[in-house]
């Protein structure tokens, strides 16, 4: 049964815009947690931004805070990752995770329960 799904990757120049978003089967409130990771090629899997459904609690990685801001919508089921003044390095594959026992900060691989397909992420110089 699909869980998440993203959309909204894209190509874009360096300076722009995208949003992404991830519908889940349901509201969003069903899981304790819910994240955005993402994957460059040769790198591991690095932790982007998480928000806490039911408090509404969120958190950024350090080399994205002021740029990229969560937003849900609970009724919709979705959870979107707005992206603003993208750099070459946030290039990579973004995956939305989510689980419902664990949300730690940021939220270990390993507690992951569910994870989308991905949506590529590319920013050129």
């Known amino acids: 049964q699909v869980q998440l799904v993203e959309s909204g990757g894209g190509s874009v120049q360096a300076g722009g815009s995208l949003r992404l978003s991830c519908a889940a089967s349901?509201?969003?409130?069903?899981?304790?947690?819910m994240v955005w990771f993402r994957q460059s090629p040769g790198k591991e899997r690095e932790w982007v931004a998480q928000?806490?459904?039911?408090?509404?609690?969120?958190y950024y990685a350090d080399s994205v805070r002021g740029r990229f801001t969560l937003s849900q919508d609970i009724s919709k089921g979705t959870l979107d990752l707005q992206m603003n003044s993208l750099k070459p390095e946030d290039t990579a594959m973004y995956y939305c995770?989510?689980?419902?026992?664990?949300?730690?900060?940021?939220?270990?691989?390993?507690?992951?329960?569910?994870w989308g397909q991905g949506t590529q992420v590319s920013v050129s110089s």
């Open positions: 995770a989510a689980s419902r026992k664990f949300c730690s900060v940021p939220l270990k691989i390993a507690d992951v329960g569910f």
């Open positions: 349901g509201y969003t409130t069903q899981y304790t947690c």
């Open positions: 928000i806490h459904p039911r408090g509404g609690g969120r």
